[in-house]
Every structure is written in structure tokens, then in C-alpha cells.
């Protein structure tokens, strides 16, 4: 091989270091390093803020951050679309203690206009409506609308003397199913307000982490059912094993934290395999908009303080 030869690699990777900031292979690494934060956007006085929103919101944490020392490792994401609430326009039921109501994808001012134009189709005779309160009252029964526990979404009613109407919440739905259905739904998207929301918070009392709620036990129990049965559907990791809708407890099979860890362990030593622990979640109120969530061991295994806060953290995220 000639000299001349020999060099060419060199001569080829420096021509293409040479190119790596401004020709074909960009090298990013420089562009993060010098990023500077931009000035917000700021809309056109007169423009209706209510139709715009984050495209990418950063969800809030349930709780404050606990250091775990040296040793902590973040815990990976929960997976899309595990347990999540309904998509923006669709329309799912919810039952407990005898209620039964919707859930719709769309934020309660949204839901509102739809459940006026309900009525006037319908004929309803209006007897009084309070858009603040979301209550529509109609001599044939109560329309009704508010803030649903999975962000951006609502709650929809249609009941007489605390009794559902069956038609009624049908009739409503097959209305919120078309409007999935078509163009116009991403209408019920748009309108979309910001609203302060209250969100699961992960306390400790005496030692023990517990999860406040900030809605009701009957609300807190359907909504956490349809999660449960959604994301914890995973053999030897995590499964929904009895529902006690009487005691609000839920009975599930669940790999702790600690266990994923000794069986990492487990695995690279050749030793074992991690094995789930059976775990009783009991929903207890504590207040009229107030519900309190605890982890209880199950079986004959401790239940360990990190445990417990990493479950309910998990369990929150279900929540919104």
C-alpha cells in the first residue's frame, strides 16, 4: 500500500470533523451546552387565552422529594397509556354505591355548552341553570357537570331526587360518542380552560405514608377500580386481585421496590428471582372532599416505609 494510502482515514475523519459543526453531521452537543431560556409567548390582546395550553405540560409530583441517600435511583415513567383517563372528545361510565354517571374527555366549560344545546333539542323545560355550580335544573330532572378527578376531564350527571336517569345518561352519551366521532370533537379539546386542580398528596403521619385525595370515597373508589383494573394487569409485577366496593379495599399482587432491587441482584449473582408481595390498599374518608389511601401488608412479609411511598406514588400517577 503506498503512503499516501495510509493516510487517507486520517485525512478522511478530519475532513469530516471539520464538518461535524455546519455541514452534513451536525454535532448538537455544542447547541445544548450554549441554550438559552427564550422570553414566554405572548398572544394578541383581545385573542380568547382559554383555547391555548401547554403542548408539552410537565406533570406535577405527588408530594415533596424524599432523598434516599447516595444509593437513590429515579424510578422509570409509568408507561403511556397505562390506566389513563379518557382521551379528549370520548366518553366513558363510572358506577359506585348505587350512582352512575359519565366521564367525558373535556373540560367542564366545554361539557357545560353541550349539556344547554342537550336541553334545548331535547325540549327540556329550564328551570334554573348556574354555570358557576354546572347544575342545570329541568322540570323532567338535574343535568349536572363538574371537574372530573383525571385532568381534563369532566363529570357528567343526569339524575332526579338523587336517583339516575338510565335514558338520560344514554341519550348523553350516544351525543358525546357522535361528537368523538367526527371533525368537530376537537372542538370539545379547544375549549379547554385552565383550571387550579387539586392533586393526590403523599404525606407521612406517625411514620407511615398514606395518599390524600382531595375528592370523595364513592368518586375516589369508581375511578380508582376502572385504574386498577386498566394498569395493574401484569403477571408477577402487578395484579388486581379482589375488589371489596362495601370496604373500599383492594387486594393486589404487587413487585415493591425492594424486591425489583434484591431480584436485580438476584439475576446477576444467580441467586433467585423476585417474587411479588400481596397488598391491601383501603380507601377511607376523611372529610366530605377528602379520601385517605394507606398500604397495608397482606401476607406475612413487612411492609417497608419506602415501599409503601413508592406504591402510593405509583398509585397516585393513576390518579392524575
Request: net charge negative.
Amino acid at each position: 500500500m503506498s503512503a499516501a494510502l495510509k493516510w487517507m482515514p486520517l485525512v478522511a475523519a478530519l475532513a469530516l470533523a471539520g464538518c461535524a459543526r455546519d455541514g452534513y453531521y451536525d454535532d448538537r452537543r455544542v447547541d445544548y451546552a450554549e441554550a438559552e431560556a427564550s422570553a414566554p409567548l405572548v398572544l394578541p390582546d383581545g385573542r380568547d387565552t382559554r383555547r391555548y395550553r401547554d403542548a408539552m405540560p410537565v406533570p406535577e409530583a405527588a408530594g415533596s422529594f424524599a432523598s434516599q441517600g447516595d444509593d437513590f435511583d429515579a424510578p422509570p415513567p409509568r408507561a403511556l397509556g397505562a390506566g389513563s383517563g379518557v382521551e379528549a372528545g370520548d366518553v366513558a361510565r363510572r358506577e359506585a354505591a348505587g350512582q352512575r354517571w359519565l366521564v367525558v374527555g373535556a373540560e367542564p366549560s366545554a361539557v357545560w355548552s353541550e349539556l344547554e344545546r342537550f336541553a334545548d333539542e331535547r325540549g327540556l323545560q329550564v328551570v334554573s341553570r348556574d354555570s358557576s355550580r354546572g347544575v342545570l335544573e329541568t322540570a323532567e330532572g338535574r343535568l349536572s357537570v363538574r371537574p372530573g378527578l383525571q385532568p381534563g376531564a369532566s363529570e357528567v350527571r343526569c339524575e332526579q331526587a338523587g336517583t339516575p336517569l338510565e335514558g338520560c345518561l344514554r341519550a348523553l352519551e350516544r351525543r358525546f360518542e357522535a361528537r368523538g366521532a367526527t371533525a368537530s370533537a376537537s372542538s370539545l379539546a379547544v375549549q379547554r380552560a385552565p383550571e387550579e386542580r387539586m392533586r393526590p398528596l403523599l404525606e407521612q403521619r406517625a411514620g407511615e405514608w398514606r395518599l390524600v385525595i382531595p375528592f370523595d370515597l364513592e368518586r375516589t373508589w369508581a375511578e380508582l377500580s376502572y385504574q386498577l383494573e386498566a394498569d395493574f394487569s401484569v403477571a408477577e409485577r402487578r395484579e388486581l386481585l379482589e375488589q371489596d366496593a362495601d370496604g373500599h379495599r383492594f387486594l393486589v399482587d404487587y413487585l415493591t421496590l425492594s424486591e425489583r432491587s434484591e431480584g436485580l441482584l438476584g439475576t446477576l449473582t444467580s441467586l433467585g428471582q423476585a417474587s411479588p408481595q400481596r397488598i391491601r390498599l383501603v380507601l377511607e374518608a376523611s372529610g366530605p372532599e377528602r379520601t385517605v389511601l394507606r398500604a397495608e401488608p397482606a401476607d406475612e412479609r413487612e411492609l417497608s416505609a419506602e415501599d409503601r411511598r413508592e406504591l402510593l406514588e405509583r398509585v397516585a400517577g393513576l390518579l392524575g
